[in-house]
């Protein structure tokens, strides 16, 4: 993590009391609604049950009157969805699938070099929101979307864009690990193969033994190049996914429940793999683990509904919500 | 109650051994559905102070199997057996009896006597005008086949009951009739693979000992590596032109010439219609397209015959000419083109089923590392569909080798050997039709020759199967 980065929060010296608040109210998620307010940090003295019934004007001065808990009328994004130093900048996003809309009105800029996680229930299109940043929606036949999505300043729906060189610069990894039916060199080899990123054999090499050792696969696998990558565990299989993803030198990587298929170590594996990657690479991740949200991102975003409900620093989403939706995600009354 | 009587007879009896056979047959079905009844029914019989099916350790029905189960198969088996040795045991037993005037003294005169004695008992002959000892004889045969159906009557309706009663009084609430079912339907799976497995293996041996025979007349090494073909064989002493030579190399050649002209037709436009209706066509135009191309296989080859003789051939004859090249009228292009499209569906149909498995993760991890549609094809659908569209190819291969209809039409019956696909050919499978077609006796090396050429072709096709599986199994790309 660099402490240079002025976009991010200063989340070292705040992760420890993040984590631990968060975890508290996770434990609470079976006890009656309430029961976590006394154990909210300082910020919130006042008592839950009246802040059900008025808005917390203290914890959250942002905070609308219109809040509410039904999602019909929810408006604006609340907290800090914007940013000076944007990667990617989306604007007015509507996603449809034929008739039916998945996604309402989304405004939010992903910074350089943050690691933002998108949160939710299911069904409430934080993975579609994250498909439309390298325009995978394109092959669901009957998807249409709408709004202005810019990378560094270039929009990514422009009829003269190029979708290869686009999805050569906004990387993607699955849910399920999905490595090609070919040998571990070969998988990484795949993408600097189509574009062409080396001129040499001895070029490639190197390509691929690097992106192997960013995804802190290479000890693993380096005696075994030439087996099949379908042929790790399923840990290895997705560093291997990572790995491939970072050969063509993504500015952007793009993770759909990267964790979701995975055992407890592996996924430990993959977190701190993610916090070493957010040095050179801008991350949006999809994750349907509150503790892994809280562990990896710099920044949590809320989607219920198709509506992205609320935008924080990660401490802040998960110790003290600006939305009631957001505090009744997390304290586990739906979802 | 005579009339009665004369019907239960009528029926037992039949009055010809098959329709017995199949009357005893439709009576064995009924009592095996009565057993299964009554095993039932006294399952639940017993089940019902007990406090309902769940005190049994079987549902009823299985119950019910069991005692069917046991009431049929044995007696299903005894008149399997019985219709097997029962016509070979009588004629034995007449022969063996007959008066020494008439006893027969070789195959061909025991023969005709059996033939002559079983007619007459069947009532085909007139007795009028018959020796004495035959008409014995004959006599002896019809009294000892209504003996035999009898007894046979008699025996199947005493076992089938036997086993009724046997599988309904073991019924019992701790009996453990599901296992017991369940074994004999395993074994009954397992008679119908062996049946497949055994009729394979009893056309390779009828075909093998026919090609022995023919291989004592002409040598194997002059028949697999032999350079003309000309199976005419003289008849008489003086004939000409009937030389007699069997090589079978330039049968192969043709074969193999008209498969190749086929499969280069059919592999890539198969391939790729495959691909275009799995990948790009929307899904409209595969509701449409699929079945209009499955449609191709739906033609009968006899009609490709006439469209290749009459449509292609000339048409590539007067190509040809135009471009000053010779082109038989009945050509290798011709045939193995129109064959080509005979069986582009074998390939297309095949390959769009195993290119449309191929997991949609595949495409998507593909196409989010920047790959254009067509590499995310060519580099990780086809590889990972590879077994399946081999294994279309290897299918569409044998059913080229296999064809015989077009190439009679349209490639003609000359044996050259030639790799031209210009000029006329024959294949292994047309010359076993002519071989075969019309009087012919079965013991001259022409007629054999066809049951050499078949134990060929069957081992060619083999082989080429072992070997695409192997290739198969090299360079398969295993998903998941």
Redesign the interface.
Known sequence: MSPTDTTKPAKVAKKSPALKTSAAALNKAAAPNKAAAPKKTAASKKPKAAAAKKPRVMAAPKMSSSQSLDVDDHKVTVGKSFSDNAKMTMRNINVFYGDKQAIYDVNIDIAKNEVIAMIGPSGCGKSTFLRTLNRMNDTVEGCRVEGEICMDGEDLYAPKLDVVELRARVGMVFQKPNPFPKSIYENVAYGPKIHGLADTRVDLDEIVENSLRKASLWEEVKERLHQPGTGLSGGQQQRLCIARAIAVSPEVILMDEPCSALDPIATAKIEELIEELSQNFTIAIVTHSMQQAARVSHRTAYFHLGKLIEVNPTEQVFTMPEHQLTEAYITGRFG | MPSLNSWAYLFLKGSTSSMQATNLLILLLGFGVLAFYLGRGRSLAIAAPLGGIRKLHSLPSYYGMHAALWCALPSLFLLGLWLMFDESVINSLVIGSVAADIAPIDTATYNLLLNKVANLADGILPRKGQTESILAASDHMQSLRVISSWSLTALLLALSTAGLFWGWSKTASDFRARPAVEKVMQNLLLACACLAIFTTLGIVLSVLFESIQFFRSVPIYDFVFGLEWSPQTAIREDQVGSSGSFGAVPLFVGTLLVSAVAMVVAVPVGLMSAIYLAEYA??NVRNYAKPALEVLAGIPTVVYGFFAALTVAPFLRDLGSSFGLTVSSESALAAGGVMGIMIIPFISSLADDVITAV?Q????????????KS?TVR??VI??ALPGIVGGIMLAVSRAIGETMIVVMAAGMAAKLTANPLESVTTVTVQIVTLLTGDQEFDSPKTLAAFALGLMLFTVTLLLNIFALHIVKKYR????
């Open positions: 929307s899904k997991p993760s595949m495409r998507d991890g593909s196409l989010a590392m920047g790959a254009t590499e580099r990780v590889p990972a790309e295993q998903y998941e």
